[in-house]
């Protein structure tokens, strides 16, 4: 599986930005897809990550409210809607996939195999 990350930018604080992440290769029911990020000097933090079956969704509590992870069955991708942006929401963020089965491993980057090649969210206060 490879993984395509697309729509980062520059955005105000209080914006919004529409990440997305395509997949190539088949998502199997048992995989989870995830966001996770990293700031610069701060290590990769989750983000969010939903269940490819079922549909269950999962977030970090800094984002909780504002972002919302979907996928699109139709394109093989996830992606990730983030409104009310702020600063430290600045980062480069990676979408993943694997299979992480249960908590806490769908909110750890090691319960995930495939990574995309990050795309930078600049949030300017």
């Known amino acids: 599986v490879q993984l395509q990350a697309s729509g980062g930018g520059l955005v105000q604080a209080g914006g919004s930005m529409r990440l997305s992440c395509a997949a190539s290769g088949p998502i199997f029911s048992r995989y989870a897809m995830g966001w996770f990020r990293q700031a610069p000097g701060k290590e990769r933090e989750f983000v969010a990550a939903?269940?490819?079956?079922?549909?269950?969704?999962y977030y970090a509590d800094s984002v909780k409210g504002r972002f919302t992870i979907s996928r699109d069955n139709a394109k093989n991708a996830v992606n990730l809607q983030m409104n009310s942006l702020k600063p430290e929401d600045t980062a480069v963020y990676y979408c993943a996939a694997g299979y992480p089965g249960s908590m806490p491993l769908i909110t750890r980057d090691q319960g995930y195999t495939y990574w995309g090649q990050g795309t930078l969210v600049t949030v300017s206060s």
């Open positions: 939903l269940r490819w079956s079922g549909g269950a969704t």
